[in-house]
């Protein structure tokens, strides 16, 4: 992650259900001293693709299969 440009200041957006890879992948993303935008994978991609915007996400981690559905949304 630091070596994509994750560090202080710089946001990453995690999509991930609850299970031990949002665990590992939330610490992993505080450890490179990044904020972790935490979204919920329940609401509607298009809310999803809002808040990715706002919040400036320099990367995403996710799920190949919730992936699909954000691309598919627009």
Do not use: D, H, W
Not at 17 to 26: A, D, I, R
Not at 33 to 44: C, E, H, I, Q, S
């Amino acid at each position: 992650l630091a070596l994509q440009g994750a560090g202080p200041g710089k946001v990453v957006a995690l999509l991930l259900p609850s299970s031990g890879s949002f665990v590992c992948s939330y610490y992993g993303i505080l450890r490179t001293g990044a904020a972790v935008l935490a979204l919920n994978p329940m609401m509607p991609p298009e809310i999803l693709q809002r808040q990715l915007g706002v919040s400036g996400a320099i990367g995403l981690i996710t799920t190949q299969g919730l992936a699909k559905a954000l691309e598919a949304s627009g």
